[in-house]
């Protein structure tokens, strides 16, 4: 049975008609098109697939669309403002955070999440958030330079 | 994944309600971290989910109000909430320690307090220091509320003591003893978001004379529920706190874990390192006592 729910994806509202086993990555992939968030293990482990609901990193392949009606959801797509990249977002580019890439959506997610509750982290603490985030390229230096660097000059990871 | 339909009560009365009309048929859903899983898994089944995500008021950490000292933690808090919570880190540090270790950041954001406790997967980090503590648990249905220690709502692999009808609000942890240290150890040889391959908490308490005063042990992932150490407690009590008599408790624990062999090690192995991380996590908690 379907169900009328309401989501706020990167700023703009959307009415969408869901089945309640509908998945919210599925939901925001192939309903609303937005592919940049993409699934790996499917149990919750990887981290492919993180986004943040209501500001807070969730899994979106273990989140229902419809328990999470209401919502504000933002996505990959939505850390870019007027064609600015978020700082976490250039950092990788700058300092090659990424190698095959499929993973990336979701560190970059996972650490815009720990920026927003902690702007100044300690490298440990960078590699305690990050744990749940996997690379199989296993670029996982050059990610977490990616993410120290993104804490902007005036503010460098401390020790 | 399964097809069911959604429910999501704005309230514990409409959330009864439900659980009422639909009964056997019916699940409650928190976070949904291991429901949704099983229900992907096509090993939990339901025909309806009730989703508690609107139900207000189970999501607060406060003192408890009834005289005894310690923290009343409402079901839906978030285990990142505890595992961050100051007041907790001040008045429980065993407690935000151990949600520490509960997965990754993000599961713990997602998944809550009591949808943790009611999976009843042996190898969960909170409930062998919620034994070690004291915790009991308060069951809420339509017609009452009961109230259940840790140890005892833990029955069998993946089974908890809720009834037809009933939802877990809250659960109540005492303050440690004065004079008291406690670790929590998770035994983790692969890597760091994993379940423990062997996990011990333990709460001290030594007197004058280094006597112990007071102990409580409690060990995860080596039966089917967490398992009270109460042999080794015995072996402790009244008794000074020497290498040999902590070497005597923790070669105890031996006999009353019952671990699987699985890709986290053997059997024989895990019976091992449960009596290494007894003895460490008592020596640690000991060490803790003296701050
Ligand atoms: C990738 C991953 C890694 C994990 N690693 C760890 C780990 O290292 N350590 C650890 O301890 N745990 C770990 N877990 C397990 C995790 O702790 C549980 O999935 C989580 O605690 C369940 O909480 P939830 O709120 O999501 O529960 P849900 O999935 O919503 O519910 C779980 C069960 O409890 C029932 N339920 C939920 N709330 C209530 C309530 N208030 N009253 C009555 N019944 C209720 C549901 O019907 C269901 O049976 C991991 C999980 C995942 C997905």
Redesign the interface.
Known sequence: ?N?SINLKVNGTNHEIEV???R?LVDCLRYDLGLTGTKEGC????C?AC?VLVNG????SC???A????GAEITTIEGLAQDGRLHPVQQSFIDHGGFQCGICTPGQVM?AKALLDVNPNPTEQEIR??M??NLCRCTGYYKILESIVKAIGPTQEARK | MIEFELHSPNSLAEAFSLLETYGEDARVMAGGTALVLQMKQRLAQPGHVISLRRVGGLNRIEESANGSAGLKIGALCAQQQVATSPLVKTKLPLVAETYQHVATPRIRYMASVGGGLVHGDPSQDPPPSLIALGASLTLTSASGQRVVSMEDFLIDYYETDVQPGEILTDIFIPSAPAGSGAAYLKFLPRTADDYATVAVAAVVTPGPGNVCQDVRIALGAVGTTAIHATQAEEILLGRPLTEENIRAASASVKDVVDPLDDYRGSADYKREMAEVFTRRAIQQALANAGR
């Open positions: 049975m169900q089945p309640a086993q998945l499917s149990v919750g482990v981290g993180t807070e990193m969730s899994a273990l989140t229902l419809a328990a999470v009606d996972a305690e958030w744990m749940g």
